[in-house]
């Protein structure tokens, strides 16, 4: 079996190689002369799978992409072509719902504040949304949800609309989808208007996919002096981003919200396990037989510890600032993609255990972290 994989997707040929030959290519370069004779295809977010793409593709039969986003892959054309496809849902879900979390405790010790009594509006509450509101439910915030196609499908017992939440939120993040059509397009869900009535020091966060924020409406509201604090993981345009807008963004990053060690191995391990499931094998091979141990992996809370170190914490295990000096210092030398592919590893809260936490065990339990 001949398997064509992303060169920058982790453990590949540790989860793969019982199936067949792994070859790695480039996801921004894949021509379609590279899938004559392939069978299996891993992709991530930056290849687009269509047509175009799969003409010459003779004998594959399974795609997968170890993403959670699929608006890169044409599944009604896989289907027609009775081609296999997995995604990967909720792989990286932790690490998006971290990066949110780094971006709040960072801005809180930049403004001098806490996230006390705040209005947290999320947008979007599959896997990723869903996640973040779990770890925010110990703090004392009021979260406000939308997600519309979730709550006409009665999957949702609250529900915010868009514009109420919008009014109310003192901080706003985003988990849809990029869906361009329909009554629920996310496509500049964040128009110019709505952009331009949010209120002052709102916290705009957007994680899910770049064309969800209009980028220039957005540009033009900061220059007109709108006062937000704006943190971007994803761009429209990427890899050629709207860098103009950088001044105006807090945290800037390359698409890596969910670039965590854990969250890109799951990917690649949910696509392994499809693969055994279409090929009716046994899954013999655990992500824990692959990760290697974290640089860091305890923390012991003294006495004195108090809520207000909890940023030293969470940054201890990840700072959402390190990413945004990566960006800032090295996107014009090194461009986008090239950042994202060398991105330096990130561990999640789960692989510190904290030990003499004491009344912070569930607070600390909450966010992710082992307590002991
Ligand atoms: N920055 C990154 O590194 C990164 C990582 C993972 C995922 N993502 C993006 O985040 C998105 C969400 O990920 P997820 O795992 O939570 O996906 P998910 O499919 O589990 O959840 C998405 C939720 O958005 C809801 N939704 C759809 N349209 C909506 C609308 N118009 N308004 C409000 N809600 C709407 C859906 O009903 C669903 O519940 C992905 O589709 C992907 O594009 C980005
Ligand atoms: O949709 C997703 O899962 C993410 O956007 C993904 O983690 C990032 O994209 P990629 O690294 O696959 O290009």
Not at 111 to 126: D, Q
Request: aromatic share 6%; charged share 20%; net charge negative.
């Amino acid at each position: 079996m001949k398997i064509l994989a992303d060169q920058n997707m982790p453990l590949v040929e540790q989860f793969f190689a019982d199936f067949g030959e792994v070859t790695r290519f480039d996801g921004r370069t894949l021509q379609s002369e590279q899938l004559i004779d392939v069978d299996v295809l891993l992709t991530r977010s930056v290849t687009s799978v269509n047509e175009a793409l799969l003409i010459h593709a003779n004998k594959l039969c399974y795609v997968g992409t170890a993403t959670i986003g699929v608006d890169h892959i044409d599944t009604d054309l896989l289907k027609q072509r009775d081609i296999a496809f997995t995604s990967a849902p909720g792989c990286n879900a932790v690490a998006v719902a971290e990066y949110v979390i780094s971006s709040l405790f960072a801005l809180c010790q930049e403004n001098a504040c806490t996230l006390e009594h705040k209005t947290i509006g999320i947008v979007g509450v599959g896997s990723i949304g869903s996640c973040l509101r779990e770890k925010l439910a110990a703090f004392n915030v009021t979260v406000l949800v939308c997600d519309p196609p979730k709550y006409e499908a009665g999957q949702l017992a609250e529900h915010t609309d868009i514009d109420e939440l919008l009014s109310k939120a003192d901080i706003v993040t985003f988990h849809v989808p990029l869906v361009t059509t329909g009554k629920h397009s996310t496509l500049h869900l964040m128009n110019k208007a709505r952009l331009a009535a949010l209120k002052p020091g709102t916290i705009l966060i957007n994680a899910s996919r770049g064309d969800v924020v209009d980028n220039h409406a957005l540009l033009e509201i900061m220059r007109a002096g709108a006062k937000l604090d704006v943190v971007l993981d994803v761009w429209e345009n990427e890899p050629s981003i709207l860098t103009d807008l950088l001044e105006f963004v807090r945290y800037a990053s390359v698409h890596i919200a969910g670039h965590t060690l854990e969250g890109k191995a799951r990917g690649t391990q949910m696509l392994y396990e499809k693969l055994c499931e279409l090929k009716g094998v046994q899954t013999g091979k655990a992500l824990a037989d692959f990760l290697p141990v974290p640089a860091l992996t305890q923390v012991t809370l003294q006495e004195t510890f108090s809520e207000a170190d909890l940023g030293q914490l969470i940054h201890l295990v990840y700072d959402v600032r390190r990413d945004d000096g990566i960006l800032r210092c090295n996107l014009a030398s090194e461009g986008f993609d090239s950042l994202r592919k060398n991105y330096p590893i990130r561990r999640e809260f789960s692989t510190v255990k904290v030990l003499d936490a004491g009344a912070y065990s569930p607070l600390l339990q909450g966010l992710g972290f082992v307590v002991e």
